[in-house]
Antibody
């Protein structure tokens, strides 16, 4: 069945780079899109960006300058890298296939 | 970017009542509209896609409709398990955008 699981550091220092991995199973990355969505504590959902089946990417306009999404199809993994983190980047980060199937999310706290 | 204006921000309704949540798109998005339910501590769950299609396993008391650029989610007979926060999402063009959410409570 379709599964997605996010992994990465729970704590990141301000100004540092966040690296997250989404490991998927039950579907092919070459024929499905995977997106990253985040949710600050107590707030709403924000689409960050996605990588499409053909490998092309789209990003949230507000994050585009510091965000990168890539993948390794041989490992069924999608990666998120975001630099220059600040405290307001503290959030639960979700990966999702087609925004229909979602991982459980991973909490990232930005703090010194 | 396409803006999604969702209302109301919060809603309190009685069991068995009909509940309606709306999202107004800032431009034409066709039927590229989805609705999600999120419960505390959980990932969002897809309820409706294509503006009107019910996702697998979602109770038939949920329905979606469209009138121009206004989209609605209706719960026909509110149940206790329907409490949570509801979001709309436009998937017509990147960047994809969510509505601000509607918190649904039982009166």
């Amino acid at each position: 069945q379709v599964q997605l699981k996010e992994s990465g550091p729970g704590l990141v220092q301000p100004s540092q780079t966040l690296s997250l991995t989404c490991t998927v199973s039950g579907f092919s990355l070459t024929s499905n899109s995977v997106h990253w969505v985040r949710q600050p504590p107590g707030k709403g959902l924000e689409w960050m960006g996605g990588i499409w089946g053909d490998g092309s990417t789209d990003y949230n306009s507000a994050l585009k300058s510091r965000l990168s999404i890539s993948r390794d199809t041989s490992k069924s993994q999608v990666f998120l890298k975001m630099n220059s983190l600040q405290t307001d980047d503290t959030a639960i980060y979700f990966c999702t296939r087609w925004l229909a199937y979602w991982g459980q999310g991973t909490l990232v706290t930005v703090s010194s | 970017d396409i803006q999604m204006t969702q209302s109301p921000a919060s809603l309190s309704a009685s069991l068995e009542e009909i509940v309606t949540i709306t999202c107004q798109a800032s431009q034409d998005i066709g039927n590229w509209l989805a609705w999600y339910q999120q419960k505390p501590g959980k990932s969002p769950q897809l309820l409706i896609y294509g503006a009107t299609s019910l996702a697998d396993g979602v109770p038939s008391r949920f329905s979606g409709s469209r009138s121009g650029t206004q989209y609605s989610l209706k719960i026909s007979r509110l149940q206790v398990e329907d409490i949570g926060i509801y979001y709309c999402l436009q998937a017509y063009s990147a960047p994809l955008t969510f509505g601000s959410g509607t918190k649904l409570e039982i009166k």
